[in-house]
């Protein structure tokens, strides 16, 4: 009970912070960290969580064309039945933003993500 007040509680600390919108991310502003990230698109509803070893490197593959290895990108791809990736990078400049998560421990990181998917419930993860 008490990791899983402990995990809510890292949850609260960032839930409302500003959402960065993937048409303006930027590598800079990217930390090239450990953690987690929850996607959401323009209807505020949780789209996709993830954790990744590097957020930068993460989402230069979610951000770029061309990328098979995103599966963020894949499953975008596949539900909305787009033809070209050039679609696919329109679509998601247009309709995502994102809020990133360091988390240093790969152990909390992993039990981060597991407990992100089962309390936002986002439609891209299955």
Same mark, same amino acid.
């Given at each position: 009970?008490?990791?899983?007040?402990?995990?809510?509680?890292?949850?609260?600390?960032?839930?409302?912070?500003?959402?960065?919108?993937?048409?303006?991310?930027?590598?800079?502003?990217?930390?090239?960290?450990?953690?987690?990230? /929850?996607?959401?698109?323009? +209807?505020?509803?949780?789209a996709?969580?993830?954790?990744?070893k590097? =957020?930068? *490197?993460?989402? $230069?593959?979610?951000?770029?064309?061309?990328?098979?290895?995103?599966?963020?990108?894949?499953?975008?791809?596949?539900?909305?039945?787009?033809?070209?990736?050039?679609?696919?990078?329109?679509?998601?400049?247009?309709?995502?933003s994102v /809020?990133?998560?360091?988390? +240093?421990?790969?152990?909390?990181?992993?039990?981060?993500?597991?407990? =992100?998917? *089962?309390?936002? $419930?986002?439609?891209?993860n299955?």
């Amino acid at each position: 009970m008490e990791r899983l007040r402990s995990l809510y509680n890292i949850y609260l600390s960032f839930k409302d912070r500003e959402r960065i919108p993937f048409i303006k991310i930027q590598e800079q502003i990217i930390p090239k960290k450990r953690g987690c990230y /929850i996607i959401y698109d323009n +209807e505020d509803r949780v789209a996709y969580v993830g954790r990744t070893k590097d =957020l930068r *490197a993460r989402f $230069n593959t979610h951000h770029r064309r061309n990328s098979g290895a995103s599966s963020f990108r894949n499953k975008i791809k596949k539900k909305f039945d787009f033809d070209t990736e050039e679609q696919i990078t329109e679509w998601i400049g247009e309709k995502y933003s994102v /809020i990133f998560i360091e988390i +240093e421990n790969q152990k909390e990181e992993r039990r981060f993500e597991h407990f =992100l998917i *089962a309390l936002l $419930n986002p439609y891209l993860n299955d």
